[in-house]
Nanobody
Framework: QVQLVESGGGLVQAGGSLRLSCAAS????????MGWYRQAPGKQRELVAA???????NYADSGKGRFTISRDNAKNTVYLQMNSLKPEDTAVYYC???????????????WGQGTQVTVSS
């Protein structure tokens, strides 16, 4: 069994900052890529940022220069630091981890439960 727990969402004014966290626990063998996605009402889920097992990062254009993704491998945790938030950043944010878990050691993508980020103007 693997569990992902997200935290850090909330209500913030435009120009403010939030830091999202996603911690994985359970029968984890290894974690490769980690990422953050978001889904606004009436829209498809979209990639916000991703980080590989080697630490390479990529960002959607919407977040470049404002968002920073990072990971702590010792804690099986991925973070998303969001600065200069805009009302259009309002969405439910989901973490996604590509993991190999016990007992079958089969690679799977796991999703967090989602955390609401609301940016007021």
């Amino acid at each position: 069994q693997v569990q992902l727990v997200e935290s850090g969402g909330g209500l913030v004014q435009a120009g403010g900052s939030l830091r999202l966290s996603c911690a994985a626990s359970g029968s984890i063998s290894s974690i490769n890529a980690m990422g953050w996605y978001r889904q606004a009402p009436g829209k498809q889920r979209e990639l916000v940022a991703a980080i590989t097992g080697g630490g390479s990062t990529n960002y959607a254009d919407s977040g470049k220069g404002r968002f920073t993704i990072s990971r702590d491998n010792a804690k099986n945790t991925v973070y998303l630091q969001m600065n200069s938030l805009k009302p259009e950043d309002t969405a439910v944010y989901y973490c996604s981890l590509d993991m190999i878990s016990r007992p079958d050691y089969y690679p799977r993508k796991y999703w967090g439960q989602g955390t609401q980020v609301t940016v007021s103007s």
